[in-house]
């Protein structure tokens, strides 16, 4: 795969005067990965997670950033810190200006950026965690979500390659959570690596590439989530719970209902599994198709004409942009967050959806439908929404997107 | 009683985003034109034009300006019937000698005096609240920037405004839970619980202080802080109404020169 670009070697920790926080771990992550660092309270994350950005240096062993080892003295700090951005538990913690701009602008003013560079990636940032027009607001204005994404576009404004969250869902309501997991998921399709620690497992499991389980300052287990989170005694020994998915998938195997097929990750691979293994009903159900509206594509007039031609339609909004359009236009979503997998699973029951989106995302969007099509034998259509002849849609020529 | 500060107002009313230079050259112009006139006349006349800008044009709540108003006019008139007193003049209607040394008297001058310091207090307060309710610190930040205030100042300043409302919220919070535990149901209680909130906020501000050190550092802190530069050119209507209300009030000052009350 590609290249790694963090790296520990035997690092150990002591807290001054305290026990060991760090006890010795090694571990690699490689680039645009998504790590999940998951293990009880008190078992080192975030100790662990200030190792990667030099706020805290390992009593023994070494850091390694992009193969060099870290350095600890100003410049390279400076320059370390640039490239892994770390995200606080309390965004209160981390939010240091009067307004949203200002404090957005903090990381990039002190990089040394120009005036009109400092705008643009303060812009850039605000537009990618979905905050655009906040830029006057005081931070105490805020609710702890849009608190939360500001923090995180401090942290974008300085184009960092790594990306360390700390709880990044503590203290969020459900859907929050899963908008903030949906933000990071679009940020590593953008590129970056993001790491976060966690205690949620649910949360973790269908979202990490890979997991690496902490408990007392040692590594328990570091595998892809399947093996991470399958395994009932090393998650009893690191004080967390069997995802409800696996635990599902286990308790039917042990009752001679074995699922084909890799171990579940979401909800679509289970009920995948549940029927193909009630073969008859599926094969006479003709799946639905998926639409797809790029939003950055100029839709207007074209789209509710479409709506209503197919009235109760299921929509879905997929990234933050796509869900501010929802919202302008005042469209209303069934599904925010998996929707992928969950317009799939309307599809097998025959019924057609749609997903509004952003360019970038369409060809993600075209992939995960085909990777499910060509591992279950299902083929599920999916057709991208293109203004119809200019003639009969007033305005559509305009054309200036983003 | 912690929920209405000034600052949420000042976020929040149909002024705030009229540009800020026009704002502050209301507020500005009124306490000069107070401090100029020298009839009680033009700053009542100013107050109650900056009165109705508040409550009609901001839609400031009347009952919480009148609280904000209330408090400072008070302390005004306590030092206005001072004034009364010991002003002196030779037009005497009361006089009273207590000692030797010392008499107090109210005159026709003392009065007058004193009913005058009072107009410019109100006139002063009004024009203060003006700038208060709707103009937001954030604002004010770059204005001070814009007058080349050091940058040592302003930073701190920033700094400070963000820490009051982390340090309010945690103050709070402390202080309910004290509350819900009867922290406040005696004397003797109260004073041992006030002297723990204030242990505890200090604690609190402490780690926060270094809380926000640490991330500075993790951003970088090099010593510099963004500011927003004021984007929004003057209006045409609200420029128009500041030159009215500086030509009006002028007037009203010129005209009325050197009338009194008695």
């Known amino acids: ?402 | 009683m912690f929920e209405e500060f000034l600052e949420e107002i000042a976020q929040k009313n149909r002024l705030r985003q009229v540009n800020t230079y026009l704002k502050l050259a209301t507020g500005v112009s009124a306490i000069l034109l107070c401090l100029v006139s020298t009839s009680y006349i033009a700053p009542l006349f100013i107050a109650a034009l900056l009165t109705f800008a508040i409550l009609f044009l901001a839609r400031v709540d009347a009952k919480t300006y009148a609280e904000l108003f209330i408090h400072p006019v008070w302390f005004g008139l306590v030092s206005v019937i001072g004034i009364v007193l010991i002003y002196g003049g030779p037009t005497v209607f009361w006089n009273w000698n207590p000692l030797p040394w010392f008499s107090l008297s109210i005159t026709r001058e003392s009065i007058n005096q004193g009913f005058f310091v009072f107009s410019r207090i109100v006139g002063g307060m009004s024009a203060v609240c003006f700038i208060a309710l709707t103009t937001p610190m954030t604002d004010l930040f770059t204005v001070m920037r814009q007058c080349r205030v050091p940058d040592v100042v302003i930073d701190l300043a920033m700094i400070i405004y963000r820490t009051i409302f982390i340090i309010m919220n945690q103050v709070v919070q402390i202080y309910h839970a004290q509350v819900m535990r009867l922290g406040y149901s005696t004397w003797r209680e109260s004073i041992h619980s006030f002297a723990s909130l204030c242990g505890a906020t200090f604690i609190a501000s402490w780690e926060s202080g270094e809380d926000l050190i640490r991330a500075m550092d993790a951003r970088c802190y090099d010593g510099r802080f963004a500011i927003m530069g004021e984007a929004r050119k003057p209006e045409f209507m609200p420029a128009v109404a500041l030159c009215g209300f500086v030509f009006v009030s002028s007037i009203v000052v010129i005209i009325s020169h050197g009338i009194t009350i008695l």
């Open chain 1, 1 to 402: 795969m590609s290249s790694i670009i963090l790296e520990a070697r035997d690092i150990r920790y002591r807290y001054p005067g305290g026990m060991e926080a760090i006890a010795g771990m090694s571990f690699h992550i490689r680039k645009r990965e998504k790590i999940a660092l998951v293990g009880p309270n008190g078992a080192g994350k975030s100790t662990l997670l200030s190792m990667f950005n030099g706020m805290i240096r390992p009593v023994s062993g070494i850091m390694l950033f992009d193969n060099q080892p870290m350095q600890y003295d100003r410049t390279s700090l400076r320059v370390l810190r640039k490239r892994v951005g770390f995200v606080l538990q309390n965004p209160d913690r981390q939010i240091i200006a009067p307004t949203v701009f200002q404090d957005v602008a903090f990381g990039p003013t002190n990089l040394g950026y120009s005036e009109t560079e400092v705008r643009d990636a303060v812009t850039l940032a605000l537009r990618q965690v979905g905050l655009e027009g906040f830029e006057r607001r005081p931070p105490h204005h805020l609710s702890g979500g849009e608190k939360k994404r500001v923090a995180i576009a401090g942290v974008l404004a300085m184009d960092p390659d790594v990306l360390v969250f700390d709880e990044p869902t503590s203290g969020l309501d459900p859907a929050g959570s899963e908008d903030i997991m949906e933000l990071l998921d679009e940020l590593n399709h953008d590129g970056k690596t993001v790491i976060i620690s966690t205690h949620n497992v649910e949360l973790a499991y269908p979202w990490a590439d890979r997991a690496i389980l902490m408990v007392n300052g040692r590594i328990l287990r570091e595998d892809i989530p399947e093996l991470a989170f399958g395994n009932p005694e090393t998650i009893r020994k690191a004080h967390l719970s069997l995802p409800t998915l696996l635990e599902l998938h286990s308790e039917l195997g042990k009752r001679g209902l074995p699922l084909p097929g890799k171990v579940p990750r979401t909800v679509l691979d289970i009920m995948h599994g549940i029927e193909s293994l009630i073969e008859s009903k599926r094969s006479t159900i003709r799946p639905g198709t998926i639409t797809v509206c790029n939003i950055d594509q100029d839709m207007q007039g074209y789209l509710p004409a479409w709506l209503a031609g197919h009235p109760g339609i299921p929509v879905g909004a997929m990234g933050t942009r796509a869900k501010q359009h929802a919202e302008n236009v005042q469209l209303h979503l069934d599904f925010t967050y998996g929707v992928i997998d969950k317009c799939i699973l309307k599809a097998l029951l025959g019924e057609n959806s749609l997903i509004l989106t952003t360019g970038s995302m369409v060809p993600r969007i075209n992939q995960r439908v085909d990777a499910y099509g060509k591992e279950s034998g299902t083929c599920i259509a999916v057709a991208l929404l293109v203004p119809g002849p200019a003639s009969d849609i007033p305005g559509s020529k305009e054309g200036d997107s983003p």
